[in-house]
């Protein structure tokens, strides 16, 4: 397995314009998260699911953001009538549900870095 | 509502030990976990604690006091490659394994 995949790593957009990006998770993680980082930020909490179940999504993820897992297995993060305010890098996580601490990290991905224009 | 916060930056030479503290303010705490995030990079899981102590991974160790709301990362050995930002996360209660990172702590390792 070669960890968390995202795609696209860096995707310019102009304002108005809707961008999608891909996470490919570890294949054995049950659980698979987004969060959004800005310079000098920690990684926000956006949403997660277990499974193919979206079971939270944060106050920021506005209704133009909206996130799917079909099947379990990779997700896409699409943002429609992208904003200024959206430039940043969105990463991937995954995880496993188990016992034992090591079970509770998180595995990232690379990121994927919107600029939007 | 949830804060932590941890020094901005911090500077040590090559071979030393440098402590980065963790402080946290939440309504439901589970644990708490340190990432390192090398420029560029995405974030490494490096430790987690759940109960009061020390936990040792080599030569990095993290420390908790749930009473005093406080933990904090000790790096040994300090080399180069240490150079990078490391954060301090909440674990919540509710399940779900979310998040909470602190703004984070620029480590510079010099000669």
Not at chain 1, 22 to 35: F, T
Not at chain 1, 71 to 76: D, H, L, M, N, V
């Amino acid at each position: 397995d070669t960890g968390v995949s995202q795609n696209p790593r860096h995707k310019i957009t102009k304002r108005g314009q809707n961008v999608t990006f891909r996470c490919d998770p570890i294949s054995e993680h049950n659980r698979l998260y987004w969060y959004r980082q800005t310079l000098g930020q920690g990684p926000e909490f956006l949403t997660y699911f277990q499974n193919e179940a979206q079971l939270e999504k944060s106050r920021l993820l506005s209704d133009r953001f909206s996130a799917e897992r079909p099947k379990g297995s990779f997700s896409t993060l699409e943002i429609q009538r992208t904003e200024q305010g959206d430039s940043a890098m969105y990463l991937c996580a995954s995880s496993l549900v188990g016992q034992g601490a090591l079970s509770y990290g998180y595995t990232f991905g690379s990121g994927t870095r919107l600029t939007v224009v | 509502g949830q804060s932590l916060e941890q020094p901005s930056e911090v500077t040590a030479v090559e071979g030393a030990i440098v402590q980065i503290n963790c402080t946290y303010q939440t309504s439901g705490f589970y644990g708490l976990s340190w990432y390192q995030q090398h420029d560029g990079g995405a974030p490494t899981f490096l430790s987690y604690n759940a109960l009061d102590g020390l936990e040792e991974t080599g030569r990095f160790s993290s420390f908790l006091s749930r009473s005093d709301s406080y933990g904090y990362l000790l790096l040994q050995e300090l080399q180069m490659k240490d150079s990078a930002s490391y954060f301090c996360a909440v674990r919540h209660t509710g399940g779900g394994n979310k998040l909470t990172f602190g703004t984070g702590t620029q480590l510079k390792v010099e000669l």
